[in-house]
């Protein structure tokens, strides 16, 4: 890196942080440090709603998930916008009525103290987990990448977070995360429009979405009923539907977000802003992914995006079957760029003979790619079982470092930092808050004075800083990180919405007349 990038990444990072925290300076008493006082407007809550989901995975995975896989992913999101209506129809009311601290609470009201504990510690564990993950995985990319110390790397991560988010509480998380969203998204269009600025001059935007099409990689919607397709629109309109309305509705990392609003309008505006923003957005993302594809199909990609791995292969007694494989590479690949170029001349032209021939050579010479991949993979697992071969989380930060101007470098390694800490801000902001709320104020010290309170839990966000970035440090058991966040997500999300779908239920029953009550028992 150079010191223009050093400089742009870290005065971002920091001028972020330091404003935050003054904005937030004074927090007196448990409601401000907890709730902001009440006092945010439905912009910075939808921008802080946004930012609280939108993790490093999110700019590091979802592009490399888009060059391997294509544009299906998008589908994930479908169930989004129906879920958040939901929730602002039905869910804000209610903790807004009770004038709750967590979403815990009111499982109390409704249930008991057991129900309601159960909820919360269901979240502590999942979003605990969740927040190692998201603090982890631009460390161990950037480490690999820019040759970092992954333990250093971890440590400036977490303790940046630590220290606004501990110090100024939700109204500094809030804040920060307003600032970077802007950066991240300014960082992501700069990308995109640099990457096509870098095709070559007898290729369109047009024509490069014609060849991601012709590979495979527009295909975003598939109406298949395949249980072996992870995603399609079927999965997408229920999966992502309940696990959005789960995590909207009922965990505590969004629900104290939209709760810091002035009113339920302001907090229904904000998730609105999220069910109109959130999939335009991961399309965004993923169409980034798919021009980085089409870039990489006019100058050469390495075999294997892992370049420490492969550097080790490299020097081991596997070297020479190395130099085959990668000399076959980039033979395949020279050919395969002939036959693009080819593609593209019949596309303007509107030879459709043209068109279907060179297609079906560039499908050969795609799977000829891919089985070569496959060969390199093997010879990895060979050298050390312990390796491992999915790597599609490596290449959108191997474009941006590799080819990416001075200052632009440092911009969007501030996207995935900023990333990082917005996400991450806003899990040990709830941890802090459930646990000082859930268990600490309502089982430990039931009576005592806000300053009390506000101590207690920026002690309990500390220490839930330091177990999350602990926990960073086992990550590297995960394949793709994206997908793995999806998963950690519905092992514990279904249970936690059943808790809060039984209560929104009987209380819609409570509040029908008599008569509609007992028809609604006869059905």
Do not use: C
């Amino acid at each position: 890196m150079s010191t223009l990038d050093w400089i742009v990444l870290l005065g971002t990072l920091f001028l972020i942080i330091i404003y935050g925290i003054y904005k937030s300076r004074g927090s007196r008493n448990i409601s401000q440090y907890l709730k902001g006082d009440n006092s945010l407007k439905w912009g910075t809550i939808g921008l802080s709603v946004m930012a609280t989901q939108a993790s490093a995975i999110t700019f590091l995975s979802t592009p490399g998930q888009a060059y391997e896989s294509g544009m299906t992913f998008v589908q994930n999101y479908f169930g989004l916008p129906i879920a958040i209506i939901i929730v602002a129809a039905i869910f804000i009311p209610i903790y807004y009525k009770l004038n709750v601290y967590t979403a815990y609470e009111y499982l109390e009201s409704r249930f008991d103290l057991k129900t309601r504990l159960l909820g919360a510690f269901l979240f502590l564990v999942q979003r605990g987990l969740a927040a190692g993950i998201t603090i982890y995985a631009p460390a161990i990319i950037l480490s690999t990448m820019l040759g970092w110390d992954l333990t250093y790397t971890i440590l400036f991560t977490g303790i940046l977070v630590v220290v606004y988010t501990v110090s100024g509480g939700t109204k500094a998380v809030s804040i920060t995360q307003k600032y970077q969203m802007a950066v991240i998204m300014l960082g992501m269009f700069t990308a995109f429009f640099i990457i096509i600025s870098y095709l070559p001059e007898s290729v369109s935007f047009a024509n490069a979405l014609h060849v991601a099409g012709r590979m495979g990689k527009l295909d975003v919607v598939d109406f298949s009923f395949d249980p072996e397709k992870r995603y399609t629109i079927w999965t997408g309109l229920t999966g992502g539907f309940f696990l959005a309305l789960s995590y909207f509705g009922t965990d505590q990392s969004q629900v104290q977000r939209y709760m810091g609003a002035k009113s339920v309008a302001e907090s229904r505006l904000g998730l609105i802003f999220n069910a109109l923003l959130k999939v335009p957005m991961q399309f965004f993302i993923l169409l980034v992914g798919v021009m980085v594809f089409v870039f990489y199909q006019f100058e050469e990609p390495p075999v294997f995006f892992k370049t420490v791995e492969m550097e080790q292969l490299r020097t081991s007694e596997y070297g020479n079957d190395v130099k085959d494989l990668e000399e076959r590479y980039s033979a395949n690949f020279a050919e395969k760029k002939s036959n693009i170029q080819s593609l593209v001349t019949a596309l303007d032209a509107d030879n459709e003979v043209d068109i279907a021939n060179y297609s079906e050579l560039v499908k050969q010479n795609k799977d000829t790619e891919k089985a070569i991949r496959n060969d390199v993979k093997g010879l990895l697992k060979d050298y050390d079982e312990n390796i491992e071969t999915k790597d599609s989380d490596y290449v959108f930060l191997t474009f941006i470092v590799t080819y990416l101007p001075e200052g632009v470098v440092g911009l969007l390694l501030a996207v995935i930092f900023s990333a990082a800490m917005s996400s991450s801000s806003g899990e040990l902001n709830a941890l802090g808050s459930t646990t000082s709320v859930d268990f600490y104020k309502r089982l430990i010290k039931k009576e005592a004075s806000d300053k009390h309170y506000v101590i207690v839990s920026k002690l309990l966000t500390a220490f839930w800083g330091v177990l999350s970035v602990s926990f960073a440090l086992f990550a590297s058991l995960l394949e793709n990180l994206i997908e793995a966040v999806n998963i950690l997500g519905s092992i514990f999300y279904g249970v936690i919405l059943g808790y809060f779908s039984l209560l929104s239920l009987s209380n819609i029953l409570e509040e029908m007349p008599f008569s509609l009550q007992l028809s609604s028992l006869k059905l």
